[in-house]
């Protein structure tokens, strides 16, 4: 017994030394498997998606993800738990960014201007690496970085299927909105009265709006206050200390500042006077569409052409629809006597889905197994390109 119980220390031990982790074995004889011709191994997964988390630390489609991959690399992968790999922090090397400490012995780190975001481990997103590091001295945390990019923020689509529509002399559908008053923010910058508003809005104009917030969209903000962002140093100079947390500001000059205190440096350095216009980036102003500066010629039937350069610089129209340039889409107005305005500059959307799926031509009966998600404007999250481009097939 004695022997028992020392042996079974030493495989505690061993695989603690070896970094070994239990898991929960996954029940493989539930998927058919069998070797191919050519002598690889196959297991018959299903296509539904319900990630797992494997004891190596990847992220599989489903459990079967998990048999497939240990028959084709003889591994003893288990799995760890239900849905994605939680990511690892990241420590961040503070080391090699320079500091000084003010008169009243807080510790400054001076950080480059350089916009590269980093989501921590607080949830804020952060300038860069550095805006991390000037936090923690500042504040005497012990954040770390959590991804590269900016936090992700899940805010639910609308559910429009759920408001009626009707036709009026065979006209555009229009939505059946209740007359109820809980404002919400739409991407586009304006209020909406409801939810509903929003689905209105994009079944009238084909546009692909969605709610920012609930409530009004911040209009009008209140003056900044920037003394509070002013440090004298240990030599006298006086500097502005901004924290280097990413939450964007919209200045009058139709310029986008990281954040409040960004606008005051700008103001401070420059001695301009800036203030601020409203939370968040500023909203791109598309002019209207002006199709008098392009010139045109009538043919001997008496249709009228457009001539058009062969720059390609595209413009998405309000029908949704990508045209190469502001010219092409006169010249689409002027031969089918539409009025089509420019949403936006760049391409539409759903051009971008096209050209993701460039040369896949039908539904493909096989999809590999990895793991690289996919998040579909219809809100649901594919495995891989493969699954992704299926669906919009």
Same mark, same amino acid.
């Given at each position: ?14 695989? #603690?030394?070896?970094?070994? &982790? ?9 998927? /058919? ?9 196959? +297991? ?5 998606? *319900? ?39 990241? =420590? ?8 000084? %400490? ?16 980093? #989501? ?16 923690? &001295? ?11 990019? *900016? ?54 104009? $084909? ?30 100079? /006086?500097?502005? &200390?901004?924290? @280097?947390?990413?939450?964007? +500001?919209?200045?009058?000059? $139709? +310029? ?43 043919? *001997? ?14 413009? #998405?129209?309000?029908?949704? %629809?990508?045209? =190469? ?33 460039? $040369?896949?031509?039908? %539904? ?11 998040? $579909? ?10 699954? @992704? #481009?299926? =669906?919009?097939?």
């Amino acid at each position: 017994m004695r022997m028992a119980g020392q042996l079974l220390k030493v495989v505690l031990a061993l695989c #603690c030394f070896a970094g070994i &982790a239990f898991g929960i074995e996954v029940d493989c004889s539930l998927y /058919a498997s069998g070797i191919g011709k050519d002598g690889t191994s196959w +297991v018959a997964c299903p296509r539904d998606l *319900k990630p797992v988390c494997g004891t190596d630390g990847s992220t599989y489609s489903n459990e079967c993800g998990i048999c497939l991959y240990n028959r084709e690399h003889g591994a003893n992968i288990e799995k760890e738990h239900d849905g994605e790999c939680r990511p690892k922090h990241i =420590a961040v090397d503070c080391s090699k960014y320079p500091s000084t %400490v003010s008169k009243d012995g807080r510790t400054l780190v001076a950080c480059p201007r350089i916009l590269s975001p980093v #989501c921590g481990t607080d949830g804020f997103t952060y300038d860069n690496e550095c805006g991390i590091c000037a936090h923690n &001295a500042e504040e005497g945390t012990h954040v770390s970085k959590k991804h590269y990019g *900016k936090c992700r923020q899940e805010i639910p689509d609308i559910d429009c299927d759920q408001y009626p529509t009707r036709r009026i002399n065979g006209s555009k559908p229009l939505v059946r909105c209740p007359r109820i008053l809980l404002p919400v923010c739409g991407t586009d910058g304006f209020t909406y009265d409801n939810e509903c508003g929003i689905c209105a809005h994009n079944l009238q104009h $084909g546009t692909e709006v969605k709610k920012s917030h609930d409530g009004r969209c911040k209009e009008k903000s209140t003056p900044l206050d920037c003394t509070q962002y002013l440090r004298d140093t240990s030599n006298g100079e /006086a500097i502005t &200390a901004c924290p @280097f947390i990413l939450q964007e +500001v919209c200045g009058t000059d $139709g +310029v986008t500042y990281s954040n409040d205190c960004s606008l005051c440096a700008h103001n401070i350095q420059l001695g301009t006077s800036v203030a601020k216009k409203h939370d968040g980036r500023c909203a791109e102003e598309v002019p209207e569409l002006d199709c008098s500066k392009y010139r045109t010629s009538t043919l *001997k039937d008496g249709r009228q052409l457009m001539a058009c350069t062969m720059i390609y610089s595209p413009v #998405c129209a309000t029908n949704g %629809v990508t045209y =190469a340039s502001e010219c092409t889409l006169c010249a689409h107005n002027l031969e089918h006597r539409t009025n089509l305005g420019k949403r936006k500059n760049g391409r539409c959307e759903e051009d971008i889905t096209k050209e993701h799926c460039r $040369g896949i031509e039908q %539904v493909s009966p096989i999809c590999t197994m990895e793991y690289i998600p996919h998040c $579909g404007s219809d809100g649901e999250t594919y495995g891989n390109r493969c699954l @992704f #481009c299926n =669906a919009y097939l």
